[in-house]
């Protein structure tokens, strides 16, 4: 099969992660995937670097008519069997090049309900709408979308073994040994509600004294949170670790993951937490409770609770047989559901479906 993979993100998060993760699985997988991205932009230069020739495409917003231009010419070339939309600039610029010319296939990876008739339209548009959790499924039909076209595919991440680690790498950022480390892996945005952990941390701070914090992640909010942190009395409590590229030396020296936001279309972050095996306290937002079954795999609480994250933590930071039983049911649990290579097979399924014609409706004449 030929796919086209479309994204149009400047920076590098979770969502980049997941296209690079699957154009490479199924080029592993015996399939020709290329992928059109920002020119200039984090995902081609990963691309690049692992060896792959991005198309690269002037995005400019929502509507880009540089980007539709060169990805209709490049669709004209190719002639792919299917093309995969990442984000939503992607599905309006893969809506107008695409033009009847091949089945498009997009993803949606956030829950929070689509912008008006127009973001509706160009959904439509699609053959198929990938939603990578039951809460965004939730959210398409709820829009709009009927039900045979919308089919879940939850995200994954590579495999890895869940070795012990991190100590060094906790003391390069002045953590102390023998610490208690609650963890978390995001963008310091709203969505993620860094406030709700903060003031939880410093709860749970003045009853554990062996406990610290670290946040891997960078975003516009960094000032606030900052003065918060020291406002809350955690200033030596608290790391701001800004955007890493070595979190796998770090997840594994995290006592306890834990994942604060209000909405979350499924936190590719907590997979990874699962894949080594590690603890989770995570709200109840989006898509989360997907991932983790409360009480089995890890805590939930509802968002915003700052009693019941700090309440959670604690039982965790306290009990080790516990984090250990966690632990390793997260670690079952994403290999049984969220690895990447059976995120690129759901996926591979979901373009066989869109690349089959419709049946064409006779009409009769009168």
């Avoid at 480390?181 to 749970?204: F, M, Q, S």
């Avoid at 079954?293 to 080790?320: H, N």
Wanted: proline share 7%; glycine share 12%.
């Amino acid at each position: 099969m030929r796919v086209v993979h479309v994204d149009s993100a400047r920076g590098w998060r979770g969502g980049q992660n997941q296209v690079l993760l699957t154009v490479l699985g199924m080029r592993a997988a015996g399939h020709e995937a290329l992928l059109a991205c920002r020119s200039g932009g984090a995902l081609e230069a990963r691309a690049r670097g692992e060896g792959l020739d991005p198309l690269p495409l002037r995005f400019s917003g929502d509507f880009s008519p540089c980007a539709v231009l060169g990805l209709g010419r490049a669709l004209r070339r190719l002639r792919p069997d299917v093309l995969q939309l990442h984000d939503p600039h992607a599905v309006t610029a893969g809506a107008l090049a695409a033009r009847g010319l091949v089945p498009a296939v997009a993803t949606r990876r956030v829950d929070f309900p689509l912008r008006g008739a127009a973001s509706l339209l160009k959904y439509r548009s699609c053959r198929r709408v990938i939603a990578v959790s039951q809460a965004i499924v939730r959210v398409l039909e709820a829009d709009g979308l009927p039900p045979g076209q919308v089919r879940l595919v939850h995200e994954g991440v590579p495999e890895r073994p869940p070795l012990p680690g991190g100590a060094a790498a906790l003391r390069e950022l002045g953590i102390p040994d023998g610490a208690l480390v609650v963890g978390t892996v995001a963008a310091l945005t709203d969505h993620k509600d860094y406030p709700t952990l903060i003031e939880a941390a410093a709860r749970v701070a003045a009853r554990i004294p062996e406990a610290h914090f670290v946040a891997l992640g960078e975003g516009s909010l960094r000032p606030d949170l900052e003065r918060l942190v020291a406002a809350r009395g955690l200033g030596g409590r608290w790391i701001f670790a800004g955007f890493r590229t070595d979190v796998d030396r770090l997840l594994p020296a995290f006592t306890v993951f834990c994942l604060s936001s209000h909405m979350e279309g499924l936190g590719t972050s907590l997979l990874d937490a699962m894949a080594f095996g590690r603890p989770i306290v995570a709200t109840a937002a989006g898509g989360i409770p997907d991932a983790v079954e409360d009480g089995t795999s890890g805590l939930l609480v509802p968002p915003r609770d700052v009693a019941g994250l700090a309440g959670a933590l604690e039982a965790l930071l306290g009990d080790p047989d516990r984090r250990r039983s966690l632990g390793e049911r997260a670690r079952e649990r994403f290999l049984g559901h969220f690895t990447a290579e059976r995120m690129v097979e759901g996926t591979l399924a979901v373009h066989s479906e869109a690349s089959v014609q419709p049946p064409r409706v006779s009409r009769s004449r009168r």
